[in-house]
């Protein structure tokens, strides 16, 4: 059985802030969508028949403005077909990139008072199980070798 994440750890969020936060940053997304989304009794959504996929969607169209007036943007997105070096339990629905000009634009998003009240609910009930990776951009002329 497979350990399930949707927030970041106490130990790794104080890691993630005490690495520089003036260059940018790509955050890995690995998403496990559930069947049915469960949005908490106070949500308006609770009770609806909606599904993981389609609550994550409207998170993906409430987290647009925010990441906009970050100056961040989506740099990549893929459907995973299989696991082909992995376990079969580590199977995503979802994989995509977004970029931050720098940490402290992630950090002032996640404590941003509409983010937390008007996006998060929509991820949380989306989301059955996930992964976050901060990646530091290498210049693309670099090789893998080097």
Excluded at 4 to 24: Q, S
Excluded at 58 to 63: V, W
Excluded at 81 to 103: C, H, K, N, R
Excluded at 111 to 134: E, F, I, K, M
Aim: glycine share 8%; net charge negative; proline share 9%.
């Amino acid at each position: 059985m497979t350990d399930v994440y949707i927030d970041p750890g106490r130990e790794a969020w104080e890691v993630f802030k005490g690495l520089p936060r003036d260059e940018p940053i790509h955050m890995l997304n690995l998403i496990r969508l559930r069947e049915h989304a469960e949005y908490p009794l106070d949500h308006p959504n609770h009770g609806k028949d909606i599904s993981g996929r389609e609550a994550y969607r409207q998170y993906g169209r409430t987290i647009a403005p925010h990441l906009a007036r970050l100056g961040s943007r989506q740099v990549w997105a893929g459907a995973p077909q299989v696991m082909v070096t992995g376990p079969a339990s580590e199977a995503w629905d979802l994989a995509f990139i977004v970029e931050y000009p720098g940490s402290q634009a992630f950090i002032d998003m996640v404590r941003d008072p509409d983010y937390r009240a008007n996006v998060v609910p929509h991820r949380t009930a989306a989301v059955a199980n996930s992964r976050l990776l901060r990646l530091k951009p290498l210049d693309p002329g670099d090789k893998l070798g080097d």
